[in-house]
């Protein structure tokens, strides 16, 4: 199993374009997760889905979108880059109804520069 | 709202000695979950230990401890025998559950970067 996986693994962006974070997992897991890392802090959860089709607002949803078409898959979109939107980007997933000491998952991260 | 503090930017260690990295939390619900994740240089998220709100017992993986003082509200990370590879980043987190089944989220605290000396 490959886990979790996020594609690309870095990309440098000029302010106002888009671009698309795809997260994939391969074990049926029915949440998934993005949240952001900035330099020297924790990481803050920007959307969630807990299901095919459904998606919610986290932390710092501002200045992203999220679609969920399919289970395995969880996209995370920028409209219009920004720098504050340098960051480093994470991907997870877990179980519905899993033990409660049963972690999320996470990818390997993407490194997003707008300049 | 739930908060989590790690009061320790930066700590350095001595090879082979034991290290205490410290985690605050504040949360009014009576179930909640604590994690503790390893973050080496090269990025990834690596998990090390669990404690539930409702666990008697302290947590234990391998060299990894958890001394959970529930109604001090914190659940510091103990490891013992620190090796070089354990130079990393350290976060705790906080699980949260949103109501009507709608899923959970880890809530994470600023980290400490543990340095250890050879």
């Known amino acids: 199993n490959a886990g979790v996986t996020q594609t690309p693994k870095f990309r440098v962006l000029k302010t106002g374009q888009s671009m698309t974070l795809l997260c994939a997992q391969d074990?049926?897991?029915?949440?998934m997760y993005w949240y952001r890392q900035d330099p020297g802090m924790g990481l803050r959860l920007i959307h969630y889905s807990v299901g095919e089709g459904t998606t919610a607002k986290g932390e710092v949803p501002d200045g992203y979108n999220v679609s969920r078409l399919k289970k395995q898959n969880f996209l995370l979109g920028l409209e219009s880059a920004a720098p504050s939107q340098t960051s480093v980007y994470f991907c997870?997933?877990?179980?519905?109804?899993?033990?409660?000491?049963?972690?999320?998952?996470f990818g390997p991260g993407t490194r997003l520069l707008v300049l | 709202a739930q908060k989590i503090t790690q009061t320790q930017p930066g700590m350095f260690v001595q090879e082979k000695e034991a290290v205490t990295l410290d985690c605050t939390y504040d949360?009014?619900?009576?179930?909640?979950?604590l994690f503790w994740y390893k973050q080496p240089s090269s990025g990834e998220m690596i998990f090390l230990i669990y404690q539930g709100s409702y666990d008697q017992q302290n947590a234990t993986e391998g060299r990894y401890s958890l001394n959970f003082q529930k109604a001090r509200k914190s659940a510091n990370l103990v490891i013992s025998a620190s090796q070089l590879g354990d130079s990393a980043m350290y976060f705790c987190a906080m699980r949260e559950y949103f109501p009507n089944n709608a899923g959970n989220m880890l809530t994470f605290g600023g980290g400490t970067r543990l340095m250890v000396k050879p």
């Open positions: 949360t009014s619900d009576p179930s909640y979950g």
């Open positions: 997870a997933s877990s179980y519905k109804g899993g033990r409660p000491q049963e972690t999320q998952y």
């Open positions: 074990m049926n897991h029915e949440y």
